[in-house]
């Protein structure tokens, strides 16, 4: 709703990006859990960082790919857009390394797709995470949590908003979000990771508090505080209340499916509904509500997802890993 608004209008989600800083605090969970202990071993920080690119490139480059066709289909439809050939190509080439914006260079890969420029800052955490893990005693992690958390205050102060990250004039803040999100992650897991307890309802009301918690809509005076409460206590809240209740079989199973998609439509939803959007702007009047072209857009792109995983990403990162990663030799016996 909030990358393609033309599809879901007149719904509006206000807080939509907090989204991203649930990325990160889920990302630093999932993460603590996955590698925590073999980073802490030693000698798998190489192996770690190959692992990670191979599991957020595939999906990425899709992105890029349709960002092009999305601007490609502008130039032709409106000369006027501002795309050209040259700034199509320069943004995918420079997409391609997730080069960040900087002064002088105005446009890059999330030009094209505006949701990727999180992932560089995803990248920038799990190696950091990564490099330091054993220095990561809970003193240090509060301390990186304080550091972090003054910063999100500080860009809520100055911009009057957390949409912040992104722009050539506050990168800076992206570093805060996800050093404050990512890092309170690794701490819940410290302290709820291993303590489940079966509550189907409590999974749902997760789901339906933090829905609610992007949905708001608040005036204006009230939004710095709520925006600042959220990242720094309502969200790790609803993720610990998430990692202590565990759902049923039927709600796993349905949340890991969408779990398994999720990226991909993180990745997607935002050139292809573009890509739709123009073409129902052809067709259908301005103003009209479009709400169940957007919820018929949403299911595809999910389902869009799970035919790339099938298909496309989890055999090429399987394909990556024996590449990477070949199996030795055996002794002979």
């Known amino acids: 709703m909030r990358h393609v608004p033309r599809l879901f209008w007149p719904l509006r989600v206000p807080e939509s990006y907090l989204a991203v800083d649930l990325f990160y605090l889920v990302s630093g969970f999932v993460i603590a859990h996955a590698y925590g202990q073999r980073l802490a071993a030693g000698g798998y920080f190489w192996p770690f960082v190959k692992t990670r690119i191979i ?8 992105g890029l790919v349709l960002g092009v066709i999305t601007a490609a289909a502008l130039l032709v439809q409106s000369p006027a857009s501002g795309w050209t050939p040259t700034k199509i190509l320069t943004c995918f080439v420079i997409g391609l390394f997730m080069i960040p914006r900087f002064p ?6 999330t030009t094209l797709d505006g949701p990727l420029w999180t992932l560089l800052y995803e990248l920038v955490a799990n190696f950091v995470y990564a490099a330091i893990v054993r220095l990561l005693s809970i003193p240090v992690l509060l301390g990186v949590m304080l550091v972090s958390g003054a910063g999100i205050v500080f ?16 990168q800076w803040a ?9 890092f309170a992650g690794v701490l819940i897991y410290r302290f709820f990771g291993e303590k489940e307890q079966k509550a189907v309802w409590a999974s749902w009301l997760c789901a339906a508090v933090l829905a609610l918690a992007l949905a708001i809509n ?8 709520y925006e600042v409460g959220m990242v720094l206590i ?35 939803h935002q050139p292809l509904g573009n890509l739709v959007g123009l073409e129902l702007g052809r067709v259908l009047p301005l103003g009209l509500r479009v709400v169940p072209f957007g919820v018929i857009f949403v299911v595809a792109v999910m389902l869009l997802s799970w035919a790339l995983d099938v298909f496309y990403d989890a055999p090429l990162r399987r394909w990556l ?7 030795r030799p055996r002794p002979p016996a």
Do not use: M, Q
Not at 155 to 170: I, K, P, Q, R, S
């Open 174 to 182: 992206a570093l805060a979000r996800v050093g404050y999100s990512f």
């Open 55 to 62: 599991r957020l490139y595939p999906l990425y480059l899709i």
């Open 321 to 327: 890993r024996r590449l990477l990663f070949p199996e």
């Open 155 to 170: 860009a809520e102060a100055h911009a009057h908003t957390l949409d912040v990250g992104y722009n050539l004039t506050d």
């Open 104 to 109: 002088g260079l105005p446009n890059n890969g």
């Open 234 to 268: 309502g969200l790790p809240l609803i993720a610990i209340a998430a990692a202590r209740f565990e759902p049923g079989p039927a709600t796993g199973r349905f949340f890991t499916w969408v779990g398994l998609v999720s990226y991909g439509v993180y990745c997607l």
């Open 218 to 225: 608040l005036p204006r005076a009230l939004t710095p505080v």
